[in-house]
Nanobody
Framework: VQLQASGGGLVQAGGSVRLSCAAS????????MGWFRQALGKEREFVRA????????YHADSVKGRFIISRDNAKNTVYLQMNSLKPEDTAVYYC??????????????????WGQGTQVTVSS
């Protein structure tokens, strides 16, 4: 499975941006999807995840009420709508696919495939 993330850029604090992650080379609807981010000098951290059918979603406390994850299995794409952005949201955002979470959707080691990342910079 190949994942291609897009939609990052420079945005002012309080603004919004939508990231997309297009999948190819596999059966997208059979994969759980997640978004992670990594700020400069920090470890990669979980942001949001969505089950293969879209029925269940999970979030990090830091993005609760601000970031929305969704997917369109007909388009083989997962989205991350980011609202009320803060400077601390600045990071490279990665999408990832997991065949199974084994009960831990926030654990990066559960994911089998990763996209290349897209930079989101939030200015104050």
């Amino acid at each position: 499975v190949q994942l291609q993330a897009s939609g990052g850029g420079l945005v002012q604090a309080g603004g919004s941006v939508r990231l997309s992650c297009a999948a190819s080379g596999g059966t997208f609807s059979s994969y759980h999807m997640g978004w992670f981010r990594q700020a400069l000098g920090k470890e990669r951290e979980f942001v949001r995840a969505i089950s293969c059918g879209g029925n269940s979603t999970y979030h990090a406390d830091s993005v609760k009420g601000r970031f929305i994850i969704s997917r369109d299995n007909a388009k083989n794409t997962v989205y991350l709508q980011m609202n009320s952005l803060k400077p601390e949201d600045t990071a490279v955002y990665y999408c990832a696919a997991a065949s199974r979470w084994y009960g831990s959707p926030s654990d990066a080691t559960r994911y089998d495939y990763w996209g290349q990342g897209t930079q989101v910079t939030v200015s104050s």
